[in-house]
């Protein structure tokens, strides 16, 4: 990453995370073209549900570690 996209990244961790949602949501629009009409809502939907299963005790899944590691190989393998 260039030193211009690290600056840029440690300013938006700084954010209040409803800013840091849109932001991420516009940036992956960006790279995958103008996203359909209520993608933004649908994913915040999804992430609000698995947040409220993880707070009832629910298995939190992987790790972003983990999950991150899995779709680097796959590109990687491509």
Request: hydrophobic content about 45%.
């Amino acid at each position: 990453m260039t030193a211009i996209a690290l600056d840029l990244f440690s300013a938006a961790l700084a954010l209040p995370e409803p800013d840091r949602l849109e932001l991420a949501s516009r940036l992956i629009a960006s790279v995958d073209g103008e996203a359909e009409a209520g993608w933004d809502e649908a994913w915040l939907a999804e992430l609000d549900q698995r947040e409220q299963a993880v707070a009832e005790g629910g298995d939190p899944g992987s790790s972003w570690a983990d999950v991150k590691g899995r779709i680097l190989g796959r590109l990687s393998a491509r």
